[in-house]
T-cell receptor, first 113, second 116 residues
Framework: DGGITQSPKYLFRKEGQNVTLSCEQN?????MYWYRQDPGQGLRLIYY???????QKGDIAEGYSVSREKKESFPLTVTSAQKNPTAFYLC????????????FGPGTRLTVL | KQEVTQIPAALSVPEGENLVLNCSFT??????LQWFRQDPGKGLTSLLL?????REQTSGRLNASLDKSSGRSTLYIAASQPGDSATYLC???????????????FGRGTQLTVWP
């Protein structure tokens, strides 16, 4: 089955802890993205990567970090510097070759206790 | 900066009605436009993709149109069913000349409820 997987589905974090959200795709897509979704706010772009070993900040990158060491994987670390990390996090990837259609994973809900 | 607006924010209709969801964007320099569906607590599912050179796309009971010059797209849902209840999001991909891939800009969505 081709697709995007995110783990875990639910994540609980104590204040002051760093946590890493996993995103893996087997669609052979070059570009990958991380979004944050809060009620009433819509989707906001955190980071995106167009190729391996390269990534760009989105609109709300402060308090987050990413890596792109493999084409298939784009993990997101939520650091203790992120003041309000409780949210629904969505990973996505895009096709290339001119079509550039975006597909999403099932999401991870992070709650800070 | 591209801004995407969706109207209405919420819509409640009886089963069987034909309905139209609206999306507008401020910068007409787009590469494509994509409509998504999101069920509560789930990821987004791609419904239709319209390239900037196209006027419309159809998939089953869904039809999406694009008027790039006026910055508008509509999603038409025919013969609505309770299973269509979800949030529908519109997103435009910027046309970043010189870059291989632009980013998507999302509207806040229209929450649709279809009651039996």
């Amino acid at each position: 089955d081709g697709g995007i997987t995110q783990s875990p589905k639910y994540l609980f974090r104590k204040e002051g802890q760093n946590v890493t959200l996993s995103c893996e795709q087997n669609l052979n897509h070059d570009a990958m993205y991380w979004y944050r979704q809060d009620p009433g706010q819509g989707l906001r772009l955190i980071y995106y990567s167009q190729i391996v070993n390269d990534f760009q900040k989105g609109d709300i990158a402060e308090g987050y970090s990413v890596s792109r060491e493999k084409k298939e994987s784009f993990p997101l670390t939520v650091t203790s510097a992120q003041k309000n990390p409780t949210a629904f996090y969505l990973c996505a990837s895009s096709t290339g070759l001119g079509r550039y259609e975006q597909f999403f994973g099932p999401g991870t809900r992070l709650t800070v206790l | 900066k591209q801004e995407v607006t969706q109207i209405p924010a919420a819509l409640s209709v009886p089963e069987g009605e034909n309905l139209v969801l609206n999306c507008s964007f401020t910068d007409s320099a787009i590469y494509n436009l994509q409509w998504f569906r999101q069920d509560p607590g789930k990821g987004l599912t791609s419904l239709l993709l319209i390239q900037s050179s196209q006027r419309e796309q159809t998939s089953g009971r869904l039809n999406a149109s694009l008027d790039k010059s006026s910055g508008r797209s509509t999603l038409y849902i025919a013969a609505s069913q309770p299973g269509d209840s979800a949030t529908y999001l519109c997103a435009v991909r910027s046309d970043d000349r010189g870059s291989t891939l632009g980013r998507l800009y999302f509207g806040r969505g229209t929450q649709l409820t279809v009651w039996p």
